[in-house]
């Protein structure tokens, strides 16, 4: 996949948006500190970074809880540079801001679902952020599989306007080539684990047969299947051919985990596969009492000699919490994103930017 890189843009001296994952949780700010060589770098060519992000689901009003504010001192200090947080979206107030502001090289905007024009794609809202800079950068993976104005809208319009104005940044195309490995040529077999409690998750199983020769489903999605069937609306739709492929974990009675058969069961087929992908925590794994299937599930893919991916919020949690984070070759900064690009070979956030 030929992404255009940013060290093959013109950005001595540029004005640059670039779109982050600020979604994170409280004190947990790994999902920033990977963009770091992004922002270093454009540092280094002396531009001006503008700083663009969402946190949480405010719906298009605002929520002070929700607010970017707070995180322009924890920006600082991972830079190491002086942040400036601008308040508010009116754009000809940001951009005297960013220009007449000399000592200043990084200034972070306000949480853009403050508006509801992000999430609806509004061009004229793309257009406002897109007058801001030069060049775009997107270094938000993890929410490159939305259709939002900070994602498709935004490099459209650079596009529009400028060659060679748009990139991925580092950390983005680390995550493409990490996750086209498993699609293009990965060792077989391939056991994707997909679990949780997202029902979006129940529609991407037959896409996924696609690529995996096994998939095992845990979490509240056997549930969820199981309720959908119940109404006669089953999503998951699967040629004959491919129901082999899955495994659907029986849950104990309280349906907070899995049960000790299925877990056996995961058990043997992650000893058989040489190349896994651990897409979802299989019980609520933040309560002893219930995190013995994930706890086990997760420690048989650590202790795997395959080749080894995890992806999502809660995944990322718990292998933090077990310890296991350095057993995997790469840990995605995406749980949904990483999913539909490994079911669909790309993302809306992707073909903008090589379109």
Not at 16 to 33: C, G, L
Not at 167 to 185: D, K, M, P, T
């Amino acid at each position: 996949m030929n992404l255009p890189r940013l060290q093959n843009l013109g950005v001595f001296r540029k004005r640059v948006i670039v779109r982050m994952d600020f979604d994170v949780p409280e004190e947990d700010y790994s999902r920033i500190e990977v963009s770091k060589e992004t922002l270093d770098y454009l540092l280094q060519k002396k531009a001006k970074v503008i700083l663009i992000g969402h946190k949480g689901r405010p719906e298009g009003s605002i929520s002070l809880s929700l607010s970017l504010r707070k995180l322009a001192p924890v920006l600082t200090k991972i830079l190491k540079e002086q942040v400036m947080f601008i308040d508010g979206m009116d754009f000809t107030q940001i951009k005297a801001t960013i220009t007449q502001t000399s000592n200043i090289k990084i200034f972070l905007l306000e949480n853009l679902r403050f508006d509801p024009r992000e999430e609806n794609n509004d061009e004229g809202f793309a257009k406002k952020l897109a007058d801001l800079a030069d060049v775009y950068v997107n270094e938000a993976f993890a929410v490159s599989h939305r259709v939002h104005a900070s994602i498709v809208g935004i490099p459209k319009q650079f596009k529009s306007k400028f060659k060679n104005s748009v990139a991925a940044g580092f950390r983005f195309i680390r995550e493409v080539e990490h996750l086209s490995q498993v699609i293009e040529n990965p060792k077989r077999p391939l056991l994707i684990l997909i679990s949780g409690i997202k029902e979006d998750k129940i529609e991407m199983i037959e896409s996924l047969t696609k690529i995996a020769d096994k998939i095992l489903v845990g979490g509240r999605l056997p549930l969820l299947i199981q309720k959908s069937k119940i109404k006669n609306q089953n999503r998951v739709r699967l040629d004959q051919n491919n129901i082999s492929k899955i495994k659907i974990a029986k849950l104990t009675q309280d349906g907070l985990d899995i049960d000790e058969k299925s877990t056996q069961v995961f058990e043997q087929e992650i000893k058989k596969a040489r190349t896994i992908v651990l897409a979802g925590v299989v019980g609520k794994y933040e309560d002893e009492r219930h995190q013995q299937g994930t706890k086990r599930i997760f420690k048989a893919v650590a202790n795997s000699e395959a080749y080894k991916v995890a992806g999502g919020g809660d995944t990322e949690a718990a292998l933090t919490m077990y310890n296991l984070t350095d057993k995997f070759d790469w840990i995605s900064v995406g749980g949904g994103a990483m999913l539909e690009f490994l079911a669909k070979g790309t993302l809306p956030g992707i073909e903008i930017l090589i379109d």
